[in-house]
């Protein structure tokens, strides 16, 4: 069972770096941020410049021999807006990214600017801003509570290529997350084959007077396969039916348990029945862990 399921993860780690950008166009979720004049559009324009910018930042404390617990860079975007961000934890981040074979210029491609235009001034350490806009362009995609399946106020970001998210997070979030991160990178050693989401980074920023946290992972439907049907499955029955106004989004549409049980078919497993054991085992290894810490709400996707 073990076996199987390293195998199953170094292919899904392979597909995902292979993959990156054919992601299938079915499976895109959140609407383009491109050329709208909303603020979510501004946080993430400068969620990926500043992500540039503490690379550039990581570089440099790393050459003088200078890590440090959090990493901090303020800057101006391209409209001239005063920005700031955080990575909170970074060497501890830098370290679990690399664990889960993500290299740190890969993320830094991903999730930061695409043109590495912006750097910080020498006398400073803050950043010039990049070019004379009204409202600072984003490659990346929102999800506002709005259009989000889940009950809680969190909205979030996708990037271009669909392959990270990022979700907001109040600051009890954050702080429970800083505080489990130690077990949680322990556990993600000895037991690769968790389902537990794969936690990249949290990111502080902060533009004008808007302040957000958010919370890095990967995107779990960034699938080069299109996918046929989403669910979120929780092991429970009262009110677990996806609304009306969920449904109509189609195949985007998250559906829920009873949905789940309504199909009336079994779920199919390639590796027959010995992966459906070490599935079992898996689910049941993460849930022990979150319930010793007290973490209860669990959903499998």
């Not at 992601?23 to 895109?28: K, L, P, Q, R």
């Not at 990037?159 to 429970?176: I, P, Y």
């Not at 009873?258 to 992966?275: C, F, I, N, S, V």
Request: hydrophobic share 40%; with cysteine.
């Amino acid at each position: 069972g073990s076996a199987y399921w390293t195998k199953v993860q170094r292919a899904w780690s392979y597909s995902i770096k292979v993959g990156a950008r054919r992601v299938h166009v079915g499976n895109a979720i959140g609407r383009a941020l491109r050329g709208l004049d909303v603020e979510e559009a501004r946080v993430a324009a400068a969620i990926q410049q500043g992500v540039q910018l503490l690379h550039t930042e990581h570089c440099r404390s790393n050459a003088l021999g200078e890590p440090r617990a959090d990493a901090k860079v303020a800057f101006e975007d391209s409209a001239g807006v005063a920005c700031e961000i955080e990575e909170y934890a970074a060497e501890a981040f830098h370290t679990l990214r690399r664990s889960m074979g993500v290299d740190e210029s890969e993320f830094v491609a991903v999730l930061g600017t695409p043109a590495a235009v912006c750097t910080p001034a020498a006398s400073t350490g803050a950043a010039a801003p990049c070019a004379s806009s009204a409202m600072p362009s984003s490659t990346m995609r929102l999800v506002d509570t709005d259009s989000a399946a889940g009950k809680s106020m969190s909205w979030f970001l996708v990037t271009g290529g669909q392959r990270f998210m990022l979700k907001t997070c109040s600051r009890a979030e954050a702080n429970l997350l800083l505080d489990l991160l130690p077990a949680y990178a322990h556990e993600l050693a000895q037991r690769p084959s968790s389902l537990l989401p794969r936690y990249l980074a949290l990111l502080r920023i902060r533009c004008g007077s808007h302040e957000s946290v958010f919370i890095v992972t990967r995107n779990v439907f960034a699938s080069y396969q299109r996918i046929g049907a989403r669910y979120d499955l929780k092991g429970a029955t009262r009110g677990r039916t996806a609304s009306e106004r969920e449904r109509e989004k189609g195949s985007q549409a998250v559906l829920k348990d009873l949905d789940w049980l309504a199909r009336a078919q079994p779920l199919h497993l390639e590796g027959g029945q010995a992966e459906v054991d070490a599935l079992l085992v898996d689910v049941d290894a993460d849930c022990k862990w979150l319930s010793a810490r007290g973490i209860i709400d669990y959903s499998l996707l």
